[in-house]
């Protein structure tokens, strides 16, 4: 693989000469604390070298040194209720002052409260649930669980899929960059490529997909798992009603357990709290993450069925945060903000306004060449020309460092998508904002 295909997997280019364009014209204070950073951080792609120093966050915005605010429409997707949400603060201070820490063995009101409404909000469908403090933790424990309950080992995923950077994580993960000199990984993961209908290599038909989807499962005969994001986060992947209702039907045929990672998407993002709500279907394990710590504790959850509540002399989980009081409040306060603020209705009157906008910049500007999304979860494929459909690199480069200028964050995802994900607590002037300067950039290399 070329080192140029390893750059465009997931995340915008930090080593390019846009990045060393953008750092030039930052202060000199900020130029040292990045060099800092350089010097005591273990250096990695994606995440190194940075863009700015971050000194505050509040509401829909992170705040630099210099006090520039940037309208964050990435948010690494923790920022559901909005950074710093006074309600959820407010909560977790109270819980500093009565119970910090829960020894294993004991367990405490919040994590019990937090538990019974996560389960609730899922009308029942889902009734167990376990913590951990990772995004990729709780895939591994679902991972394990499957494997458990099937008494099989073998997984299928998405070409492309991310569940998480850890070993098992990676193993079940389409991306090559995280498993580059990894050596052997979990064994046993067959790979499909991504129902991509714009870009899919089994082009626009769903039916053949299946057909294809069935085939690799049914020859291969002993498949324990199927892990998937049923919309996938970074690339905005939204299959039909129907794709994941008969992706359903073949696992109850193959007695397949089917994990749907949630960890971006869930929590209102997409309109619903879960994305499966979409798909009248319900999986046997979903998993949470991001955005339910509230932007400030590490939290994810595995809610799973009593019926796979039967593995109790093995450890499915077994993490020392995993019944953390604060982190538990900081969920709790999150579901209980997203009711009581009627966020649902609130995504979903932005939903409209963004898809009237963008019927309107589609017919405008031909560097688009897809725009796909749902609630406050959008791509904007750029393109050289719609029939080749070849990616406009550089150009979404030159938009994403225009916008950040002009005080719009977001990620390029595999270097020629703007992938938008505003937070729900966003107001309509400040969606119009960032929609205005994202639309002068596109307007600016149409
Ligand atoms: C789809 C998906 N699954 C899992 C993870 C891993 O979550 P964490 O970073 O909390 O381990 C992520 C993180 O970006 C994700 O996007």
Request: glycine content about 8%; some cysteine.
């Amino acid at each position: 693989m070329e080192y140029h295909d390893l750059l465009y997997t997931e995340g915008d280019i930090n080593l390019g000469e846009h990045r060393k364009n953008w750092r030039e014209q930052l202060s000199e204070k900020t130029k040292n604390l990045l060099a800092e950073d350089e010097k005591y951080f273990l250096h990695q792609s994606m995440s190194t070298p940075c863009l700015d120093v971050i000194d505050k966050c509040e509401g829909s915005y992170l705040i630099n040194t210099e006090g520039k605010k940037y309208l964050d429409f990435h948010g690494n997707s923790v920022h559901q209720v909005g950074f710093k949400n006074p309600y959820v603060i407010e909560k977790v201070k109270q819980q500093l002052d009565e119970l910090t820490f829960c020894t294993r063995r004991y367990t405490n009101q919040p994590a019990v409260e937090l538990a019974k409404t996560l389960i609730e909000s899922t009308q029942s469908k889902l009734d167990k649930v376990l913590f951990a403090p990772g995004g990729a933790t709780v895939n591994g424990m679902a991972l394990k669980l499957a494997r458990a309950v099937t008494e099989r080992f073998k997984v299928i995923t998405f070409w492309d899929a991310f569940h998480g950077a850890s070993l098992d994580t990676i193993s079940v993960g389409g991306e090559a960059i995280f498993r580059k000199n990894m050596g052997p990984t979990m064994p046993g993961v067959e790979r499909v490529p991504p129902p991509n209908t714009y870009r899919g290599i089994l082009g626009e038909s769903e039916e053949n997909y299946l057909s294809y989807l069935e085939y690799v499962i049914e020859k291969e005969g002993d498949i324990g798992t199927f892990i998937a994001e049923p919309i996938r986060n970074t690339d905005v992947i939204i299959p039909s009603k129907s794709f994941w209702k008969r992706v359903r039907e073949i696992c109850d045929r193959n007695e397949i357990f089917l994990i749907f990672d949630e960890i971006p998407t869930g929590l209102g993002r997409t309109g619903r709290l879960f994305v499966y709500e979409h798909y009248d279907i319900v999986p046997d394990a979903v998993t949470l993450g991001k955005g339910l710590g509230g932007g400030l504790f590490p939290l994810a959850a595995m809610l799973t069925h009593s019926k796979y509540d039967k593995v109790s002399d093995i450890s499915i989980g077994h993490y020392t945060h995993e019944k953390n009081p604060v982190a538990a409040t900081a969920g709790k306060a999150v579901l209980d903000y997203i009711s009581d603020e009627n966020l649902l209705e609130k995504v979903s009157e932005h939903e409209k306004h963004i898809t009237e906008t963008f019927r309107i910049w589609e017919e405008k500007y031909s560097l688009i060449g897809d725009i796909r999304g749902l609630g406050l979860l959008w791509a904007i494929e750029l393109v050289e020309d719609r029939t080749t459909k070849e990616k406009a690199f550089d150009i979404a480069e030159r938009i994403m460092y225009g916008c950040l200028e002009n005080g719009v964050n977001f990620k390029v995802s595999q270097g020629n998508i703007l992938q938008l994900s505003p937070p729900l607590t966003i107001t309509h002037e400040e969606l119009q904002f960032g929609l205005d300067v994202i639309e002068k950039q596109i307007k600016k290399y149409s």
